[in-house]
């Protein structure tokens, strides 16, 4: 999967798992992790769920061992998924729209394809320079000198509108231990928020870039704009912020995974959309 970098994986350990299991008191993703080696110890391939939901990752000339994840994923994750009134659950498997041969064995074992769509996006920071242009009152700032709470909140307000009731300084339901559950990723060091606020401090729109110079990668999860800030361009100018913050910093490549409309922001601001990725169901 081309955006699920060692960045993705600790965003799932670090931010996804204290989602999860410290603020909803569900199951850990990373105690239904699994890794495939071969006969000289090496991995060849990981089966990781985020959230309920099933998927791989693959060393390319492994693609044979996929059966034998699905196997072990139908047995092994039915915990992560609620039970319906029938008793079984409705298992989900993530599986990228060009892996021809996952899908012919998904539709093997009676896997339907829902019509949702999720997109993998890359961008490349050396190649760009970018200007940010906002209307007046507007900035695009980074996060070191704004307060934590006030951050995870617009963040938070940026997913769940409904709680946004203009105050940043508010305790949301969920959000505030997975926000600093990730500091203890690996990749927090280098890492970065970047947001438009207004002149006054209000926050309109919130990322989080994760960034491995080793690789020289960057993966950009979550992004959100609060409802009353949308439809004005911040998204992407935040993210030119981001893109030439990145550019500073020597970065080749930077990700980003989207789904339903927000493809078309990433992609406006500079993302080219590598796969796409579809989201396969069965009872069982």
Not at 124 to 153: A, C, M, R, S, W
Request: hydrophobic fraction near 30%; charge should be negative.
């Amino acid at each position: 999967m081309v955006s699920w970098l060692p960045q993705r994986f600790d965003d799932l350990i670090y931010r996804i798992d204290v989602l999860y299991h410290d603020e909803r008191g569900k199951h850990k993703n990373a105690d239904y992790t699994y890794l495939f080696e071969d006969d000289s110890n090496n991995i060849i391939g990981i089966v990781v769920p985020d959230g309920d939901s099933f998927n791989t990752c693959i060393k390319n000339g492994y693609e044979d061992i996929f059966n034998i994840m699905l196997d072990l994923g139908e047995k092994e994750l039915r915990p992560l998924f609620k039970k319906e009134n029938d008793g079984k659950i409705n298992f989900l498997v993530v599986s990228h729209d060009s892996l021809k041969n996952q899908q012919k064995e998904l539709l093997k074992r009676g896997y339907k394809k829902d019509v949702a769509r999720d997109f993998d996006n890359v961008q490349h920071p050396l190649e760009t320079n970018y200007v940010i242009e906002l209307p007046e009152g507007f900035k695009q700032v980074y996060g070191e000198n704004i307060e934590d709470g006030k951050k995870y909140t617009a963040c938070h307000y940026g997913f769940h509108p409904e709680d946004d009731n203009g105050d940043l300084t508010s305790t949301p339901k969920e959000g505030s231990l997975s926000y600093q559950g990730r500091k203890n990723s690996q990749f927090f060091k280098d890492s970065f928020e970047s947001m438009i606020i207004t002149d006054d401090g209000d926050i309109c729109s919130y990322c989080f870039c994760y960034v491995d110079r080793e690789t020289s990668t960057a993966f950009i999860e979550p992004v959100s704009t609060r409802k009353k800030y949308r439809q004005k361009g911040f998204a992407k100018q935040m993210l030119y912020g981001v893109i030439n913050r990145l550019k500073d910093m020597k970065i080749e490549n930077a990700y980003i995974n989207s789904y339903d409309w927000r493809r078309k922001v990433y992609n406006s601001a500079g993302f080219k959309t590598e796969d796409s990725i579809g989201f396969w169901y069965k009872k069982i």
